[in-house]
């Protein structure tokens, strides 16, 4: 079988010891998988996102990422796994303001490694921004700030690209652009866990799983995976 | 990468950074002026305190009415020379005769020079005396000892005040017409090294040429100094001083046996008088100079240098206690500018954490800042802490400041050190934002 890009075993998080956040969640996702998170306000789509994401850590609870258990690494490994493996997509699209749209793109490489401006270039022609490499955020629109996160996000080459409501604050045209671009990505190869509200996304990842008071409470696989492997 | 992230966040923190670095300037200016005038006014004081070498005045000892100005005894004319130099070789039979670094007599007179009333003295300059063998040297309160063989040493002021600053050359006590002439008295005069001139003494002309001008900050700047040979046949004398300086190595009286101190040698059994006199103190060595100069008055002057070495020791104390308060000042404003600074873009940091940054990259976007402010605070105060030195030498000790260069590099070193030690809380607080709840924007 496919090694997995993630893998999850009785994933928990609790806030203050009482507010189960996330209760026991079981998940894995393939290499290259689209994986659809669905759910409502409240259910625990951010927090899964965050711990995948290494942004926090569980209560309890085994997380695999790309084989390594994150779990047992120390803060200042947490971030080295981070920076070499995952690229994120805030809803609020979150770019430093006073940095230029190239700039925040070469901030992801700086702490990567080394500031590559031909590549940050590279990355976000290919998002469609080449005429707006020197504007600041406040100077563009939000569809074009998103496209930015996205840029960010694909610009150190991670295996797997979470995105937390990338279109919850754009309108039809920019979600079209940013859906185009989630494809995009995935076509490449990225695996995606894409946590939306939107049906219309929701029915572009290849699995989709419904999460309700941090459980998964329904999961719907939409089509086969790519090389035919199939997901339990 | 960084470079663009400083600029950025110190273009938009204008005011803050410009607090921040007022406050490191003005840290920074009291550290370099506190350097700057410890290290050159406190030593030029120092030089100016005219007992600092010699720390023993003999003068002769009569009833006469004597009246000292500007470092020159006046007296009747008849009472002149009263301490003769030829005993002086003494100085070196004594029991601390080798705590006796050096000594000097002194002749002095006022005399007339393009017609301005000057004061002339005679000294040694540099002489080597010699003790012949068989001399009777002490060893004891009661005992003495024939020298072994003979010795030779150099005396003079040459040796009692080694600060003399002299451009061109010291005269030659054997030269009768060599001069020094103090520079405040040969600017006056418009004389410059090499010059010939003529003093006038009771109508006698005497020729000089100034081989050499002085310099010490104190009254020899407006003295003229002839061999004492020459002073004496100015005066019509044959011998003699009228005051003679012993620059003598002496221990605090604290290093006197405890049931000794403060006690009168008079009053003591002959038992403790013979340790007291063999003990390295002030009042021991003056009676032996005593001893050997029967007819001088001799007193120590340690006591005035005492009391001013005194007094700069805690004027050096109050400024330090006050650039150590302006620095930990300067450190608290860095601590709030940079903990503002921290607050304000804690989503920032909150996303730069997300996007993979480690904790020593955030630390080093806030440590960096700090440098900088530091850089240019201690830049900025720097130049501040010379006015102010240059000022605070002008007013207080009336004397021109010139700090050493290495004022510099210490002053920069300050400035960061406060801007860093300022930084480390904030930075800390930086280092341990949560990504998750500023992303959140909780
Ligand atoms: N730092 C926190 N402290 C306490 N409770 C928290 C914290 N963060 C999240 N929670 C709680 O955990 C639960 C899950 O939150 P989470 O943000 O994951 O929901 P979500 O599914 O992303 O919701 P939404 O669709 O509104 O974004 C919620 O009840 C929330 O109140
Ligand atoms: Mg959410």
Not at chain 1, 36 to 52: A, F, Q
């Amino acid at each position: 079988m496919m090694s997995a890009v993630v893998r999850a075993e009785g994933l928990t998080k609790r806030y203050n010891g009482r507010v189960h956040a996330l209760a026991g969640v079981d998940l894995t996702v393939a290499r290259g998988e689209w994986l659809g998170v669905m759910g409502p306000s409240g259910s625990g789509k951010t927090t899964l996102l965050n711990l995948i994401g290494c942004l926090d850590r569980p209560s309890a609870g085994r997380l695999l990422i790309a084989g390594d258990d994150v779990t047992t690494l120390s803060q200042a490994e947490l971030v080295r796994f981070r920076r070499n493996h995952i690229g994120l997509i805030f809803q609020q699209f979150h770019l430093i303001p006073y940095l230029t749209a190239l700039e925040n793109v070469m901030l992801a490489q700086y702490f990567h490694s080394l500031a590559d401006e031909a590549e940050a270039r590279v990355a976000l022609e290919r998002v469609g921004l080449g005429e707006r490499l020197h504007h600041l955020p406040a100077q563009l629109s939000g569809g074009e700030q998103q496209r930015v996160c996205i840029a960010r996000a694909l610009i150190n080459q991670p295996s797997l690209i979470l995105a937390d409501e990338p279109t919850g604050n754009l309108d039809q045209a920019n979600e079209e652009r940013v859906m185009d671009l989630l494809r995009e990505l995935h076509a490449a190869g990225h695996a995606l866990i894409v946590v939306t509200h939107d049906p219309a996304i929701g029915d572009l990842a290849d699995r989709l799983i419904y999460l309700d008071h941090g459980r998964v409470v329904r999961e719907q696989g939409l089509r086969p995976l790519a090389g035919g492997a199939l997901v339990r | 990468m960084l470079i663009r992230l400083l600029g950025d966040s110190l273009r938009r923190r204008t005011r803050r950074a410009a607090v921040a670095i007022l406050a490191i300037s003005v840290g920074t200016a009291l550290a370099a002026a506190l350097l700057g005038i410890s290290l050159d006014i406190t030593e030029k004081m120092a030089r100016e305190m005219r007992s600092y070498g010699a720390n023993i005045l003999a003068t002769p000892d009569s009833g006469d009415v004597q009246l000292e100005v500007g470092g020159i005894t006046i007296r009747p004319p008849a009472a002149r020379g009263g301490i003769d130099e030829t005993q002086l070789v003494k100085l070196k039979t004594i029991f601390w005769r080798n705590n006796v670094v050096g000594f000097a007599p002194f002749l002095s007179a006022i005399v007339e020079v393009r017609d301005q009333q000057v004061a002339l003295t005679g000294t040694w300059f540099d002489r080597t005396l010699t003790l012949p063998a068989g001399a009777s040297v002490r060893t004891g309160a009661d005992t003495r000892e024939k020298a072994a063989s003979t010795s030779t040493f150099r005396t003079g002021v040459r040796v009692i005040a080694p600060w003399w600053q002299v451009e061109g050359k010291w005269a030659n006590d054997e030269d009768p017409g060599a001069a020094m002439v103090g520079s405040a008295l040969a600017r006056r005069l418009g004389l410059r090294v090499g010059d010939a001139f003529t003093a006038h003494y009771a109508g006698r002309p005497l020729a000089l040429r100034a081989v050499g001008l002085v310099s010490t900050g104190g009254y020899e700047d407006e003295q003229i100094f002839v061999g004492l040979t020459t002073a004496q046949g100015l005066l019509g004398l044959s011998r003699g001083a009228d005051k003679v300086l012993v620059s003598a190595l002496v221990e605090p009286d604290d290093r006197l046996r405890p049931d000794l101190r403060g006690r009168d040698p008079a009053q003591m059994t002959p038992e403790q008088y013979a340790t007291w006199y063999c003990s390295p103190i002030m009042g021991a060595i003056v009676t032996q100079v005593k001893e050997v100069l029967p007819n001088a008055d001799v007193r120590p002057i340690r006591q005035i240098a005492e009391a001013e070495g005194g007094f700069l020791s805690k004027v050096g104390l109050l400024m330090t206690l006050l650039t150590a308060t302006a620095l930990a000042a300067s450190a608290l404003a860095v601590m709030t500018a940079m903990t503002a600074s921290v607050l304000e873009r804690r989503t920032e940091i909150g996303l730069m954490k997300a996007i993979g940054a480690d904790a020593g990259q955030i630390a080093l976007v806030f440590l960096s800042e700090a440098g900088l402010m530091g850089l240019v605070g201690g830049l900025l105060g720097y130049v501040a802490g010379l006015a102010l030195a240059a000022f605070v030498g002008q007013q207080v000790f009336a004397a021109a400041v010139s700090p050493p260069p290495a004022v510099l590099p210490v002053s920069i070193a300050l400035a960061l050190g406060v801007a860093l030690a300022g930084s480390a809380l904030p930075v800390r607080q930086a280092v341990r934002l949560d990504p998750v709840s500023l992303l959140r924007g909780r």
